[in-house]
């Protein structure tokens, strides 16, 4: 299977952005692509103005549109929008739109049009998601030509929990759509945290964020987490396999799904596992939150 990771500077126009996921998507198709894998804020970037402006649902122009140039190209289109949410919030969320071919028992081919909503907000680093996105409260795997893909967003990275949770609902690949904010030492963790979380599920994973504005000459909001760049694919044993640079490009990844299974035969860690993220923080909590601490839980 090929993926491409779509490494974009989104701004403030959701037009503009719909024109960048349509040429990444011809790309793609033209270079062989399965799968063309947008960042978190496609729709608009966050720093660049209100969001429940531009939020809209599923079934809305926007995302219907997207769907539109998926089918035009054959790809599927995996790509952050925000879509309403309760109390004046949004939620952020990632649509999967496109020919999904046949499922994993040889069905029919079939489109999907479907969309996760990022669980972890990003409340760190001077920043609040909070206060204008509502989390979403449930993981998500879709099958594209009988392979499943687990769904992701950018905080979610720091979570070894969902990430385990996509491997055993079946994803041999995860996809994490970001917008990493930038700052010392934020390359590295990303890095980091996209080799360690392959290797805690023994899957693929494919981290696709938005590119530098710096590396773009494009000036942006101080404090907004607007990207990074350096897409990264790591294999299921934890290795780098390919990246790129700071700057806006689309880098196709080349996946043998079959290298999973191989993987999880020699690190069973799937498998060994015994204690799970969840019952270790009930353990370490002081008794009298252990019931509320079970009750907020959204990864399962």
């Not at 989104?10 to 024109?19: E, H, V």
């Not at 509502?134 to 929990?161: A, H």
């Not at 599920?201 to 981290?207: G, H, I, P, R, S």
Request: charged share 25%; glycine share 12%.
């Amino acid at each position: 299977m090929r993926i491409a990771a779509a490494q974009i500077l989104s701004g403030r126009d959701p037009s503009d952005n719909l024109r960048m996921v349509r040429e990444s998507a011809a790309e793609a198709a033209t270079r062989g692509a399965r799968i063309v894998v947008l960042p978190e804020a496609t729709m608009r970037a966050f720093g660049a103005g209100r969001l429940d402006e531009v939020a809209e649902p599923l079934e809305g122009p926007w995302a219907s549109e997207v769907a539109a140039i998926a089918r035009e190209y054959g790809v599927v289109v995996v790509v952050g929008m925000f879509t309403p949410g309760q109390g004046g919030r949004v939620r952020n969320t990632l649509l999967v739109t496109g020919p999904a071919g046949g499922d994993a028992a040889g069905g029919p081919d079939r489109d999907l049009h479907l969309g996760y909503d990022k669980i972890h907000l990003f409340d760190a680093f001077g920043f609040a998601e909070s206060d204008t996105v509502e989390p979403g409260d449930s993981t998500r795997v879709v099958t594209v030509d009988g392979v499943g893909i687990g769904l992701s967003v950018c905080y979610d990275i720091r979570f070894p929990g969902q990430y385990r949770a996509l491997a055993a609902e079946g994803a041999r690949v995860t996809i994490c759509a970001a917008s990493w904010g930038p700052g010392p030492g934020k390359v590295d963790q990303w890095r980091l945290l996209a080799r360690a979380r392959a290797l805690d599920a023994t899957t693929f994973l494919v981290a696709v964020g938005q590119a530098d504005p710096e590396a773009e000459g494009v000036e942006v909001r101080r404090g907004a987490p607007t990207g990074v760049g350096h897409s990264v694919l790591v294999g299921p044993d934890g290795t780098v396999r390919e990246e790129a640079g700071p700057g806006a490009e689309l880098v196709v990844f080349e996946i043998n799904d079959d290298e999973v299974a191989v993987i999880r035969e020699k690190i069973p860690v799937l498998a060994n596992g015994r204690i799970t993220e969840e019952s270790a923080a009930e353990e370490s909590a002081p008794e009298e939150s252990v019931a509320e601490e079970s009750a907020a839980e959204v990864v399962r």
